[in-house]
């Protein structure tokens, strides 16, 4: 298979980037094909402007939504945002691998998102009408790929807990697994999340390599986030809401999008 | 009263852009002072690196935590992140404006939030010991200080409603409304939130400029978001789970750190 990861931490001799290495030398050792978008290295431009659509007039008003759609369609996006489509493109499965830094992903990896989920390929997909709103939410460009969140915490287990104070991990990366990867038509994986890393010793190092090299040789066999797809009739349209008596008894908030057993 | 607004949107005629206008012109006209770090105009560094870090030796790994507080007690970090210390320690309110993007803050604002927020001033501050875990959540280096989101959005109210596919506007901004505000000991306003920016006409600018306003108006009588405070018993330590029994019966997820009624 085919594996892209991107790759977003500042230090390669970091434990997350020890986890890289680990990586891409157990994926080419079982005959998998990997490819590695390392932000950092790349220098990779994180903030979306005008300079992104090059068939875009300075002297007019940006709207990036609709910027980004024209330039897609007119083949007038920068260079690097087009080897990053076709690196997704390209691969069956994708990992993205970042420490958690204040609740979300390092600013250069929202800006990979911004940047290279261009309008037309990651959203504005498909068609829009009364009675379909886009491909997007388990339908999209990347339908039939798999992905998985592969983190590291400076945090305890305990503090993303059911009732650990920061949240649980599940809610944390809700907007991420839900928004970021099923949006555009990811089949998403549980993501797989290293705590307490900043005092991590030899032997959690080895453990985790073990559970990483475990997590990609189950990668296309793991069960997926049941996350409930848009267009099949669990959700009203326009409107966007699960229809009643579809989640469990009490249950609320972002666990009523993912299906039960 | 001194109102700091960190605004990020790159296009300033935009629908947000033009609500930045109606803030400033009106928190001026009633007296107060204001600042505004506009990240885009001021070309914002939003990548945390070793170059952050003056006194960072870049043969050695860098460990950003570490290498932050160290360059925090020593006055080594670059003048455009002590700038904004300023500017925040100077603010008695700060408002963060952004376009909702992929269900976060545009990547330049996260890079703002992780360069800024540095090891010592927004984290990593206070006692750390087995019966205390630092001053956060509620306490910290801008307790005392409000905060408010203003957020702009493509989507629909409906798409963030309690059944809403994205998922409920409270828990999608909870990643930011309490762990990016009320971590640093901000008390943190309910955002004020403008849908279906990108299909707005004059009256509904209009509508969201007297919004604003008013919001502004009463941006000190205004009741906050009632996070639990870590370190006032709600909380076991160091585990910092909430103690069972505190929530409201049947009450999960990020809904259980906010205290009712």
Chains 1, 2 share one sequence.
């Not at 945002?81 to 250069?108: C, G, R, T």
Request: charged residues 25%.
């Amino acid at each position: 298979m085919k594996y892209l990861i991107v790759f977003a931490h500042p230090e390669p001799k970091s434990f997350n980037g020890s986890l890289l290495d680990v990586a891409v030398k157990h994926l080419e050792s079982q005959g998998h094909e990997v490819k590695v978008s390392d932000l950092y290295r790349m220098n990779f431009k994180p903030t979306i402007d005008a300079d992104d659509f090059l068939n875009h007039d300075k002297n007019e008003r940006l709207q990036v939504a609709g910027a980004s759609a024209e330039a897609f369609v007119a083949n007038q996006l920068t260079a690097d945002v087009v080897a990053e489509h076709e690196k997704l493109m390209w691969a069956d499965n994708v990992i993205f691998q970042f420490p958690l830094w204040w609740f979300s992903m390092p600013a250069i990896l929202k800006g990979w998102i911004d940047r290279v989920y261009s309008c037309g390929f990651a959203y504005g997909v498909g068609e829009h009408s009364e009675t379909r709103w886009g491909d997007r939410y388990g339908e999209g460009s990347f339908e039939g790929k798999r992905a998985m969140l592969l983190v590291t915490v400076g945090g305890w287990p305990t503090h993303y807990s059911a009732r650990g104070i920061n949240g649980p991990i599940d809610d944390i990366l809700f907007h991420i697994n839900h928004g970021n990867l099923c949006y555009p038509g990811f089949t998403v994986l549980p993501q797989m999340v290293v705590y307490r890393t900043d005092k991590a010793d030899d032997a959690k190092f080895k453990e985790s390599s073990e559970e990483l090299k475990q997590r990609l040789d189950t990668f296309q066999t793991t069960k997926p986030i049941a996350y409930r797809r848009q267009n099949f009739g669990d959700y009203t349209i326009p409107q966007m809401e699960l229809k009643e008596g579809l989640e469990q008894p009490g249950e609320t908030g972002f666990a009523i999008h993912v299906k039960k057993d």
